[in-house]
């Protein structure tokens, strides 16, 4: 028997219970760490043949006015209309660059949080279409408390809801259990990739599927440019496959997935799968994290999801956590990646990663919601 085994083993039994309630998976932290300790763990470069996109591989949306770009909005609408659209938020980090609060919480204008903003938007498309979609928070056990009391009598289950990630528990660099000074495991959430099984297990999907749902978006909940647009809604439901990935202009401080060919497939790649034989610099634009994704196909979604070994720190102590990532769905599911703004108010990207960034962005959300009329 292993000693992460015999460690997990001798939790106490509240911190078992715990751990069960948000879908804690022992057997595989277990097969992780064993090749932790063996040195065996993957590092997650990716090997084959590595090209930038084609030239046709990043399409861009029907100019306005045009007769394609009238049909694929009326599609939308009708979509919208049908309630066959839900939008689904990733809000289970903490925003540690801005004290270590819920990020749902902050205010991204004076008086209004990214919640409040994203409410805003649903109760705005309720007004325009005659019926809300459906609007669901992916939170986590740091985050869920905060956003459940927020959303108050608001939350009804379905029309809007939030489900929790997994959590999971960090190891020491040799693969045993970390323990803090208390002598407790440190926790950790495990990625937004968690996001397919978690909504799964949450029920909402099979909800949005038996009721003639077609469409989930996917995206970042402080990503308050990735609103849900009739036009692109109508875009994603015309092109036939399975999954639309919005990416933008790349610039040069810009670091996270970008799309790559792998032996003639194209996917988006986190930069640190990317090995050094193969530039990142070619590919000139970059994932935002915002998917449209076809609700049944996402619920029928079986996929040998890799966990990737991220280091970290708890005080000073050196930790690993096995994280997985939603941008390895483009591996699975077929996609169409799109190209859209990142500036003015029609931009698709308002990242806020930190104080002096949210500072800086305030114009563009605000300008971004007065367009959409949100605000």
């Known amino acids: 028997m292993s000693v992460l085994k015999t460690q997990l083993d001798a939790l106490p039994q509240d911190v078992k219970e715990r751990l069960s309630h948000y879908g804690f998976d022992p057997g595989r932290l277990i097969t992780l760490g064993e090749k932790l300790e063996r040195g065996e763990v993957d590092a997650g470069v990716v090997s084959g043949k590595l090209e930038p996109p084609l030239a046709n591989d990043i399409v861009s949306p029907p100019a306005e006015g045009t007769p394609e770009y009238r049909e694929q909005l009326e599609r939308g609408e009708r979509a919208l209309r049908e309630g066959k659209v839900a939008l689904v938020v990733l809000a289970g980090g903490m925003a540690t660059r801005m004290g270590g609060v819920v990020k749902a919480l902050v205010e991204a204008l004076p008086g209004k949080t990214f919640l409040d903003i994203r409410l805003a938007e649903i109760d705005s498309l309720a007004r325009r279409y005659g019926k809300a979609p459906p609007f669901w928070l992916m939170t986590s056990d740091a985050t869920d408390a905060g956003i459940r009391q927020a959303l108050g009598a608001r939350a009804d289950g379905y029309q809007i809801a939030t489900f929790t990630q997994n959590l999971s528990l960090r190891l020491t660099p040799n693969g045993k259990l970390f323990l803090g000074a208390d002598q407790r495991p440190s926790e950790h959430a495990p990625g937004h990739g968690d996001l397919p099984d978690a909504l799964k297990q949450s029920g909402l999907l099979t909800k949005?599927?038996?009721?003639?749902?077609?469409?989930?978006?996917?995206?970042?909940?402080?990503?308050?440019?990735?609103?849900?647009?009739?036009?692109?809604?109508?875009?994603?439901?015309?092109?036939?496959?399975?999954?639309?990935?919005?990416?933008?202009?790349?610039?040069?401080?810009?670091?996270?997935?970008?799309?790559?060919?792998?032996?003639?497939?194209?996917?988006?790649?986190?930069?640190?799968?990317?090995?050094?034989?193969?530039?990142?610099?070619?590919?000139?634009?970059?994932?935002?994290?915002?998917?449209?994704?076809?609700?049944?196909?996402?619920?029928?979604?079986?996929?040998?999801?890799?966990?990737?070994?991220?280091?970290?720190?708890?005080?000073?102590?050196?930790?690993?956590?096995?994280?997985?990532?939603?941008?390895?769905?483009?591996?699975?599911?077929?996609?169409?990646?799109?190209?859209?703004?990142?500036?003015?108010?029609?931009?698709r990207f308002l990242p806020v990663k930190d104080p002096a960034e949210l500072e800086r962005r305030r114009p563009e959300i605000l300008a971004v919601a007065q367009a959409r009329g949100i605000l």
Not at 266 to 276: G, K, Q, T, Y
Not at 283 to 293: D, Q
Not at 325 to 337: F, K, M, R
């Open 208 to 347: 949005l599927v038996e009721r003639g749902g077609e469409l989930v978006l996917i995206t970042n909940l402080d990503n308050l440019g990735a609103t849900l647009d009739p036009a692109l809604i109508g875009f994603h439901l015309a092109h036939g496959k399975t999954l639309t990935s919005e990416v933008v202009d790349k610039l040069d401080e810009d670091r996270g997935g970008i799309p790559v060919r792998v032996d003639g497939n194209l996917r988006i790649l986190e930069e640190f799968r990317i090995p050094p034989t193969f530039d990142p610099k070619t590919v000139r634009v970059f994932n935002t994290n915002t998917f449209y994704v076809n609700a049944r196909a996402l619920l029928e979604l079986e996929m040998d999801w890799r966990f990737f070994a991220v280091k970290k720190k708890v005080g000073e102590a050196p930790v690993i956590q096995f994280e997985r990532i939603i941008n390895e769905i483009t591996s699975a599911l077929s996609t169409v990646y799109l190209r859209l703004p990142r500036d003015g108010a029609k931009s």
